[in-house]
């Protein structure tokens, strides 16, 4: 569903990350590890189509990702439900996609409530429910339990599960134990990139002033 | 689409979206101008056509930079770049929400503002239509200076100054509109110009815009 060749991402015109090569199968999880700084979120946001990659391919249909940043996206004086509603109807699902994520992460009692009265947590679910109601098969997850209690991981967790047994696909970066019996953890250490003195790629100029 | 334009209009009229921020700066531009220079006709008459675009522009300008930047500050530009809807799309929403909420109010409100201003009533009709048909270009190249300076800090300077030489033409030939159109005369130049400026900037920038939030977002 998603397999990478060889890629090497930048942020900032520079090279964080190089000769990253891996696939992904339906049904298939990847957790991604290292130490802040490394390029989980660049490579992340390579992946999703934000930025172009520096060399190497991407082979996996656009249509098919949906990414989940850092930040929720939550509108604050709309409501739980109207948040929700309003990604559905662009990812062009219905109401009841809607009702199953509410369902999912245990939102319905707070449906009226408008984002900015609900708890950093309460957001963070309200921000993983979007990628029920977006019906893409490979989710690429940024930091996606920060900020959540243990029973609201465990919600998370058995979300993942359920979509990855459905044929699904998800690509985390954490440093949390999600106990994914299938996930396959990936250390992005060995992966970064060497600087132009030693041979790496020194990396458009320019770029850092876009 | 539909469900953006609805969103943005919804979020736009609750507590602190800035609906009535330019209408609110407009009515002060136009209620302070003859308290300041005085209440003659013979002084504010000449001048209203001038007056009345230029309150309408800066009203316009007030409120560009919350376009793009809201979105851009809670991920959700991240998250529109990357679902379904083409960021073209977007900007041409953006756009048109803009002007549902800037532009358009300040149309319909005009006549009022130009009977404070000494408007001959022969005017009020080419005050009107040629706000309708400027302010479209108004809210479109604005769109498109939000999206050159999204990722900025403190952006709205650098945005004012990149957007005001775009806004002079529909400026110079909005106010000319008015001013023939006072005085009797063909009105038919300024007024396809206009139409022009406003047809080009619709046709065109957004595609503009989106290739700038495209580079923004890296």
Redesign the interface.
Same mark, same amino acid.
């Given at each position: 569903m998603l397999s990478l060749s060889n890629l090497t991402v930048a942020r900032g015109g520079i090279a964080v990350l190089e000769g990253v090569s891996l696939s992904l199968g339906a049904g298939e999880a990847l957790v991604l590890r290292g130490p802040n700084g490394l390029g989980k979120t660049t490579l992340l946001r390579t992946i999703a189509g934000l930025q172009p990659a520096m060399a190497g391919e991407i082979h996996a249909d656009p249509e098919s990702l949906v990414y989940a940043s850092h930040a929720d996206g939550l509108k604050p004086t709309l409501t739980v439900q109207e948040n929700l509603t309003f990604w559905a109807s662009v990812f062009g699902q219905g109401q009841a996609a809607v009702t199953a994520a509410l369902r999912a992460m245990d939102l319905e009692k707070l449906t009226d409530r408008p984002a900015q009265n609900l708890s950093a947590g309460q957001k963070r679910r309200l921000g993983l429910a979007r990628l029920l109601v977006t019906g893409r098969p490979v989710w690429l997850l940024d930091e996606p339990t920060v900020s959540l209690d243990a029973a609201s991981v465990g919600l998370f967790a058995a979300m993942v599960k359920r979509h990855l047994a459905s044929g699904g696909a998800a690509v985390l970066a954490t440093h949390i134990d999600l106990g994914l019996e299938t996930a396959t953890v990936l250390d992005l250490s060995p992966f970064r990139a060497r600087p132009p003195s030693e041979g790496g790629m020194g990396g458009a100029f320019d770029e850092a002033f876009l | 689409m !539909? %469900? !953006?334009l +609805?969103?943005d209009l919804? +979020?736009s009229v609750? %507590?602190?979206?800035g609906f009535g921020l330019g209408l609110g700066f407009f009515l002060i531009i136009c209620i302070l101008v003859p308290l300041g220079v005085g209440p003659e006709r013979e002084v504010l008459a000449p001048a209203a056509p001038g007056i009345l675009w230029v309150g309408a522009l800066l009203a316009c300008l007030l409120s560009l930079d919350r376009i793009f930047a809201l979105d851009h500050e809670?991920?959700?530009l991240? &998250? &529109? %770049?990357? %679902?379904? !809807?083409p960021l073209e799309a977007v900007a041409f929403i953006k756009a048109l929400v803009h002007w549902m909420t800037t532009g358009l109010p300040l149309v319909l409100i005009s006549p009022l503002l130009g009977v404070l201003l000494h408007l001959p009533d022969a005017a009020m009709g080419w005050l009107m239509l040629s706000l309708l048909l400027g302010t479209p270009a108004l809210s479109v190249i604005g769109a498109f200076g939000a999206a050159l300076t999204v990722g900025l800090r403190r952006g709205g300077l650098l945005l004012s100054l990149l957007v005001l030489p775009l806004y002079m033409p529909t400026l110079i030939f909005g106010a000319e509109v008015i001013r023939r159109g006072a005085l009797g005369m063909d009105v038919s130049t300024p007024l396809a110009l206009l139409a022009g400026i406003s047809l080009g900037s619709v046709a065109l920038l957004p595609f503009a815009a989106a290739a700038a939030l495209r +580079?923004n !977002?890296?």
């Amino acid at each position: 569903m998603l397999s990478l060749s060889n890629l090497t991402v930048a942020r900032g015109g520079i090279a964080v990350l190089e000769g990253v090569s891996l696939s992904l199968g339906a049904g298939e999880a990847l957790v991604l590890r290292g130490p802040n700084g490394l390029g989980k979120t660049t490579l992340l946001r390579t992946i999703a189509g934000l930025q172009p990659a520096m060399a190497g391919e991407i082979h996996a249909d656009p249509e098919s990702l949906v990414y989940a940043s850092h930040a929720d996206g939550l509108k604050p004086t709309l409501t739980v439900q109207e948040n929700l509603t309003f990604w559905a109807s662009v990812f062009g699902q219905g109401q009841a996609a809607v009702t199953a994520a509410l369902r999912a992460m245990d939102l319905e009692k707070l449906t009226d409530r408008p984002a900015q009265n609900l708890s950093a947590g309460q957001k963070r679910r309200l921000g993983l429910a979007r990628l029920l109601v977006t019906g893409r098969p490979v989710w690429l997850l940024d930091e996606p339990t920060v900020s959540l209690d243990a029973a609201s991981v465990g919600l998370f967790a058995a979300m993942v599960k359920r979509h990855l047994a459905s044929g699904g696909a998800a690509v985390l970066a954490t440093h949390i134990d999600l106990g994914l019996e299938t996930a396959t953890v990936l250390d992005l250490s060995p992966f970064r990139a060497r600087p132009p003195s030693e041979g790496g790629m020194g990396g458009a100029f320019d770029e850092a002033f876009l | 689409m !539909l %469900a !953006l334009l +609805i969103r943005d209009l919804r +979020i736009s009229v609750r %507590a602190g979206g800035g609906f009535g921020l330019g209408l609110g700066f407009f009515l002060i531009i136009c209620i302070l101008v003859p308290l300041g220079v005085g209440p003659e006709r013979e002084v504010l008459a000449p001048a209203a056509p001038g007056i009345l675009w230029v309150g309408a522009l800066l009203a316009c300008l007030l409120s560009l930079d919350r376009i793009f930047a809201l979105d851009h500050e809670d991920g959700s530009l991240d &998250l &529109l %770049a990357t %679902a379904p !809807l083409p960021l073209e799309a977007v900007a041409f929403i953006k756009a048109l929400v803009h002007w549902m909420t800037t532009g358009l109010p300040l149309v319909l409100i005009s006549p009022l503002l130009g009977v404070l201003l000494h408007l001959p009533d022969a005017a009020m009709g080419w005050l009107m239509l040629s706000l309708l048909l400027g302010t479209p270009a108004l809210s479109v190249i604005g769109a498109f200076g939000a999206a050159l300076t999204v990722g900025l800090r403190r952006g709205g300077l650098l945005l004012s100054l990149l957007v005001l030489p775009l806004y002079m033409p529909t400026l110079i030939f909005g106010a000319e509109v008015i001013r023939r159109g006072a005085l009797g005369m063909d009105v038919s130049t300024p007024l396809a110009l206009l139409a022009g400026i406003s047809l080009g900037s619709v046709a065109l920038l957004p595609f503009a815009a989106a290739a700038a939030l495209r +580079i923004n !977002l890296r």
